[in-house]
């Protein structure tokens, strides 16, 4: 399977005109691939993460994606937002499948009270919000428990480190 790379080569470019042109150097940068979704490599089969995702594949189907209201919640969507809260010591954490969703459904609320208080009463996010797949939501279980260790290997703290250190 072909994965998309956790970093790339961006070729420099200089400009004598305020960048109306762009004349190219011979000079890279090796820069992170945070636009992929794959800046630690999960995107490729992985010893430990494809297995489970292809086992959830069997017993949830593709996809569900929709509102919860209407897709439901499974095990795998309440283990997946059991682990970030673990990771950084709180009591429940609030995950999206897209930060697209995160920038347009929750900042808006954090701006003041009356916002949220209107929310709270009048629009409930879970009837709204897309549901991740739960292969999709095993695929992120799984790639967290890599970086956590809980897969029984160093690997997560080397994919992090590697992922840091891109030159």
């Known amino acids: 399977m072909l994965a998309i790379s956790t970093a790339f080569d961006v070729v420099e470019r200089t400009s004598k005109d305020n960048n109306k042109t762009l004349q ?9 691939n945070l636009g992929s979704y794959n800046y630690l490599g999960f995107a490729a089969a992985d010893e430990y993460c494809t297995p489970r995702v292809i086992e959830s594949l069997k017993k949830y189907s593709a996809s569900t ?28 954490a609030i995950l999206f499948g897209m930060c697209y969703v995160t920038n347009s459904a929750i900042i808006p609320c954090l701006i003041g009270k009356e916002i949220i ?24 279980i799984s790639a967290i428990k890599v970086i956590l260790g809980e897969d029984g290997s ?8 590697r992922g840091c250190s891109i030159k």
């Open 154 to 161: 160093n690997r997560g703290a080397q994919k992090l480190a």
């Open 65 to 92: 994606c929709s509102v919860r209201v209407d897709g439901g919640t499974t095990k795998l969507h309440n283990e997946l937002e059991e682990l970030p809260a673990r990771f950084v010591g709180k009591p429940a």
């Open 24 to 32: 190219r150097t011979s000079n890279t940068t090796r820069c992170l």
């Open 117 to 140: 208080q209107h929310l709270k009463h009048s629009c409930p996010p879970h009837l709204y919000a897309t549901s991740m797949s739960p292969p999709g939501v095993q695929h992120v």
